[in-house]
């Protein structure tokens, strides 16, 4: 009992530490403020009950989120393949630090803001049955863990080998690859999420 609580408590202070290292990385206002700005603009909108903020949250946090998931398997990775082994380092050690929390705000914010725009009467009130309701709900918040799993993790491992002492450059190249991999089904499931959205009102 006693072990587990111990091995308990090393994994927990594990993620902390990580997180808190990461943010201070990336500079712990820019961290906070990628997490904050985004979700308190969404707070105001609840407060106000205003479904034109709300909808302007969803649609520009989703952009942020979209653009991102298209812009890195297509323009960043491959810029970072034709880098040598040095300044890939350099790039992804500076990148991965603000990447993670950016995108963590912008995602959190486009799938709540998508569900309080489907489910509140003063929203869009479309409520959660539904085809198109279910599968933006499923799709939408899949995409999130599936964006918090998979991709996060691999940037993340991309990063630490990075700032190892002695930084493996094929293990590098593998996760980049794997990285490409991913960042084009996420692509894929996005466009599938842009149809759902334009299907909410039109299908
Ligand atoms: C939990 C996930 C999500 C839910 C519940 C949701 C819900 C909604 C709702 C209710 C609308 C209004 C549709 C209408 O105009 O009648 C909408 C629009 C929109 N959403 Fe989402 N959404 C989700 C995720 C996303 C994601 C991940 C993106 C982009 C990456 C996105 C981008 C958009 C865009 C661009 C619109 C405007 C389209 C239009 O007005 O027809 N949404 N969403």
Redesign the pocket.
């Known amino acids: 009992m006693e072990i587990t609580q111990n091995q308990n408590t090393v994994r927990e202070r594990g993620v902390i530490d990580r997180v808190q290292h990461l943010a201070s990385e990336a500079n712990p206002a820019f961290a906070t403020g990628s997490i904050i700005v985004p979700l308190t603009v969404l707070a105001i909108s609840v407060v106000l009950q205003s479904p034109q903020l709300l ?1 302007y949250t ?2 520009a946090a ?2 942020v ?2 653009g991102f ?1 298209l812009i890195f398997p297509a323009v960043i990775g491959p810029a970072l393949g034709g880098l040598d082994d040095e300044n890939t380092i350099a790039v992804t050690t500076q990148l991965t630090p603000k990447l993670v929390f950016f995108i963590l705000g912008f ?1 959190f914010t ?2 709540l803001s ?2 309080v ?2 489910t509140t009467e003063w ?2 009130g ?1 409520g959660f049955s539904g085809l198109w ?1 279910s599968a ?2 499923g ?3 899949g ?2 863990f599936f964006g918090l799993v998979v991709p996060n993790r691999i940037h993340l491992q991309a990063y630490y080998e990075s700032r190892s002492e002695k930084p493996d450059f094929d293990r590098l190249a593998a996760i980049e690859k794997r990285n490409a991999l991913i960042g084009i089904v996420e692509a894929i499931a ?1 466009l599938g ?2 149809f759902l ?2 299907g ?3 299908g």
């Open positions: 909808f969803h649609v989703g952009a989120w979209f998931a995602s486009t799938v998508g569900t725009l489907l929203g869009l479309y309701s933006s709900l799709l939408g918040w995409l999130f996005m999420i842009i959205m334009t909410l009102r039109l």
